[in-house]
């Protein structure tokens, strides 16, 4: 429960700022074997890193970090009226080629008042799913609980500040 708690807080402290970090030195060269390096630690999990958001109206969203080890930290939140945002967070682990598999989600209903969170729901806890890489900068999300994501699809995220949360 901990663990969901600290990675809400963190989520909505960059949600609610309005500021997202850019990540691996943008605009940095770097000599052949460096790069060559680099490559080799990458997996085709590593695809899934990054912001992300549903293609059509952009206003859900969808955020993939590198943990310690073989796993990673997963976040999604969906707007859910004016004032609520549905958020769920899950550790996800390599489950084949281009697929994460995770079975820890704990799903929130978020409520706010202006910019402070006034009432944190837990839908459930213990969910499972999948994420898939399903083409070049394309992500689909199944969730064994409610389906809310079956048919979307991620792409990269467009505009830190447009569309939602």
Known sequence: MKRGKI???????????GSWVGFGGAGQEFPA?????R???TSSWD??????EENIEGEARFTVTKGDGEWYGIEASWPHGA???????????PA???VLRYTDCIHYLLTFNGTVVEREEILYENGSGTVVMEGPKRVKWFDDQDHK????LYV???SPLGGGL
């Open 96 to 98: 084949g080629e281009h």
């Open 149 to 152: 994501a079956d048919d979307v």
């Open 33 to 37: 074997p460096v790069v060559e390096a």
């Open 39 to 41: 490559k080799a630690q």
């Open 47 to 52: 695809e899934f890193l990054g912001f992300w």
């Open 156 to 158: 990269p995220l467009r």
């Open 7 to 17: 990675a809400l807080s963190v989520c909505l402290a960059v949600v609610l700022a």
């Open 83 to 93: 004032n609520q945002v549905e958020f769920w967070t899950m550790s996800a682990y």
